[in-house]
Each structure stands twice: as C-alpha cells, then as structure tokens.
C-alpha cells in the first residue's frame, strides 16, 4: 500500500475471480477510460451543444499520447477519470443540487488514492467554487456545513483506519509531497530531466504522432516521436484563443481608465512575481499565485467569456507547472492538460466561425483526420518490444530452472516487471541507486536474503556470493539471471 491503492483494488476484483493476466488491467483501464470521455462530454456540454461535446471528447479520445497510454494499466488515465467526475459533480452541486458536493468530494477521494498527483484537481474544483462565491455562499447553512464535515470525517477514518490496520501509519500525506516534489529525485532517475519546457516541446506529439521511433521502445516516450502537420494547425487554434483570452487585459471600456490601469498594472506585478518564484520558491506558491492571478483577472475586469474559460486555464496551468517544475519528466504526467486544450480547440473554432454548422464541420474533420494517423500510429506501437521479450524468455528460464521459485526471494534492477512475469513479490534493487547512496549490492541481496538476482538493465559482470545461470547474449538487450551460491 505505498502507492495509491484504488486502481490496485479494482483490478483485484478480476484477479481474485481467476482472471490473473494483462487482459484485466486493460479491461478495468478501458472501463475507465469509457467513462472519463462520458464525463468530458458532459462536462464540455454544460458549455457547447451536444454536438461539439461529443466531438469534442472524441477528438480528446484519439489523440496520441492519449491512444499510448489509455489501456496500459497505468493510473494517468484512471486518475483522471475520477477528476473529470469530480469537477463536474461540483458544478452540478452549484447549478442543481448541493447533494452532488458529496459525490465531488468522493471522486475526489479516489481520484487522489488513484495517482497522488491528481490531488490538485481540488484547486480547480474550489476555483470553480470561488467564482460563483455569491451562490455558493447562500446554498451553505449550518446544517449542509455540519454534514459535509462529518461526511469527510467518515470517509478520512475509513482511509485512515484501513491504513493503519495494514501499515501501522498514514503514510500518504507524505507520499503525496514526496510525489510531488523534487525531494526524493536524483539524476540516476531515468526521467530525470531539468528543462522546463520539455512539455512545451513536445506537445505536439502529443497530439498527433507518426509512427514510432526507434527509441521509443527503449525509452516508453512518445517525445521522440514525429509529429502530422495536424498537430501544428490544432496548437494554432489553442493559441489564438489564448491570445484572445489574455487581450482583455488590453481592451478599453467605460469603466475610469486610470483604475483600469491600477487593476492591470497590479495582475502584471502579480505575475512577474509569480514567474520568479517558479525557480525560486516551491511550485506550491506558484500555483497559488497563478490561481490568484486568475481570480483577479475575472473578477476585476470585464471579461464577457464564460466561466469555464478560466477553470480550463487554470486547469492546464496547475499540472503544467507542477510537471515541468519536477525533475522527473514523464510524457503520461502532462495527459490531464489535453482536456483544456480539446477544450481550446472547440472553442477556438467557434469564435472563428461563429456558425454552429461550420463549427461542427471543422471540428468533425479534425476527428476524421485523426482516424488514419491513429490507425498508423496504433499499428507501430502494437508490436512487442524486444526487451518486453527477452525479459518474458528469462522469466520463463527461471521457472523451469527451480519450479520451487516461488518459495524464495528474487530481487531485479526490474523487481515491478518481474513481479509480474513471475506472478510473485520481486524486490526492486538497482546497483545504480544503491551506488549513489554509498550501498552495496551484495550487501543488499543478503539483507533481504535473496535466491535469485535478474539483472534486466544494469549490464553487470559479476556479483560477489552469485554465479551466473541463465545469460541471453543479446548485445543490447544483456540480461542474466544469478544464483546466491
């Protein structure tokens, strides 16, 4: 339980069933996936007609980094179902009934305890809240406060109970900082990389991405890949509405122009600050001030767009900067921000045309468009990676070696991979890391008394106290297995 457990438990219902294989993360990861595009739909229909809605969440649906990582068994995409869900359960407390907060906050829950990380959506959620503060201030008597705390208080005992039960502590608060900061990182990281913009470059293969390239099974990123033309012309769209979102800070009205100016000067002093404190101070005031900056922004000046305008910026703008602060830099972290930018394309094209059919009929050939690129893109990326095979051939090795494998502990520079070959605990141990922290490898295989050592990645030649049993002679893909003597 060190790491977000719902994903976890919804794939042990099929494995406790008997169906122990890839089949059920996928099935679980596309029941998810099924519902997170329901919900972008519903929540982009609360703003466009069903029409663009339904458009709208398809194109969202095919876009590559989406299509990569959709079905894998990762927790990107189911996180991010539970948020969807979560934001629009809120409007819809707002809008309808205030018994939908407790829906909200429910997907919330899960959608924290399914990737740590998605725990920002809540500034999103209480940003949606706070521009609507007039409403939202009369739908709260002392009862609805009285009960939603206790409700909360319920639901924090329940998670907090079962985790000491199992763990004896509550660790996730500081999994959660852990996660989300840069504390626990060093440059031994395969992700490691310090460029902020990473992202920003590679956003458009994000969108749209030829086959892939040659490192890409190497390296599981899809950066390295090749963008269509089409990425570039769906980006222009994003931009000019950004463009024409941030222009109101410029336009005049009849409001006194010398308080105008002190409204706009003190957004412009409150983002300068904002951007120097990006590498100077912890993101976490970043974003606060980048929030601020967008409150101001709508409650200060005239802005005639519609509320979910600034709930989307604000919605790419967190994730964005929470990511390209970390060091680590993971193509599928940035996949919550590909909701706001579907959602800048669809309304990007209609302030362009105006016209609901021509709206409809740009945004339709944008979907038809992307069917062919996914249909090549899919294809490549398909095939079994050759080290995915040569890992699944020692796997295979070390179970015909010692049929009895399952009594004794195995330990790899893959132990998360092999846990799942081996369909046994696989303690992750990687000499790289353990070289950085002035550990030894022998040393660490004895701590934790382990039979068998699968060296995936490492490419070592010998460890003292094992003997090699089983070595592929592959020059690029070296693995062996090695036996305590």
């Known amino acids: 339980m060190s790491v977000p457990p719902v994903f976890s438990l919804l794939v042990s219902v099929p494995f406790q069933l008997g169906f122990v294989s890839e089949t059920s993360m996928f099935v679980v990861s596309g029941i998810l996936f099924f519902f997170l595009v329901i919900g972008i739909f519903l929540l982009f229909n609360k703003y466009f007609d069903e029409e663009v809605s339904f458009v709208g969440s398809l194109i969202f649906s095919m876009f590559s980094l989406v299509v990569t990582w959709a079905l894998t068994g990762a927790t990107d995409v189911p996180a991010l179902c539970f948020s969807v869900w979560a934001l629009y359960c809120t409007i819809k407390g707002l809008e309808n009934d205030f018994k939908y907060y407790y829906l909200a906050i429910l997907f919330f829950v899960l959608a924290f305890f399914t990737r740590f990380t998605e725990g920002f959506i809540l500034i999103v ?96 990123s899809i950066s390295y890949n090749s963008p269509t033309v089409l990425s570039y012309v769906l980006l222009a769209l994003v931009a000019v509405y950004i463009v024409k979102f941030a222009s109101n800070l410029v336009c005049y009205d009849k409001e006194k122009i010398d308080y105008r100016y002190l409204k706009v000067s003190f957004i412009v002093l409150l983002s300068i600050i904002a951007i120097i404190s990006y590498n100077h101070v912890s993101y976490i005031i970043t974003e606060l001030l980048f929030t601020s900056i967008l409150l101001l922004y709508y409650k200060w000046l005239p802005d005639k ?42 309304k990007s094209t209609k302030n362009i045309f105006k016209d609901k059919k021509k709206t409809l009929t740009t945004l339709t050939i944008i979907l038809i ?13 398909t095939q079994e990676p050759p080290h995915t095979h040569e890992e699944k051939l020692a796997s295979n090795y070390l179970k015909d070696y010692d049929p009895q494998y399952k009594k004794y502990n195995i330990s790899s520079d893959r132990g998360v991979t092999y846990s799942w070959y081996l369909k046994k605990y696989t303690y992750t141990t990687i000499p790289r890391v353990l070289k950085a922290n002035n550990e030894n490898l022998t040393d660490k295989l004895k701590s934790i008394n382990a039979k068998y050592y699968i060296d995936s990645t490492s490419n070592l030649t010998n460890i003292t106290g094992y003997h090699p049993i089983y070595d592929n002679n592959k020059e690029n893909i070296r693995i062996k297995i090695y036996e305590c003597d």
């Open 125 to 220: 959620m209480g940003f949606y809240l706070l521009l609507n503060f007039d409403d939202f201030k009369r739908q709260l008597t002392f009862r609805r406060v009285c009960s939603v705390v206790v409700y909360c208080i319920i639901i924090a005992g329940i998670i907090s109970g079962v985790y000491i039960s199992f763990q004896g502590t509550i660790p996730f608060i500081s999994q959660f900082l852990e996660v989300s900061s840069s504390s626990q990182v060093s440059s031994i990281n395969v992700g490691y990389d310090l460029n902020p913009f990473y992202y920003f470059q590679n956003l458009p293969q994000y969108l749209t991405s030829n086959a892939i390239s040659n490192e890409y099974f190497s390296n599981l």
């Open 305 to 346: 767009d519609n509320q979910m305008d600034y709930v989307m910026f604000l919605w790419m703008g967190i994730f964005i900067i929470m990511h390209s602060y970390h060091p680590v830099k993971v193509d599928r972290y940035i996949i919550p921000i590909l909701i706001p930018i579907t959602y800048f394309i669809c």
């Open 369 to 381: 468009l992307l069917i062919p690129i996914n249909a090549i893109y899919i294809t490549s990326i």
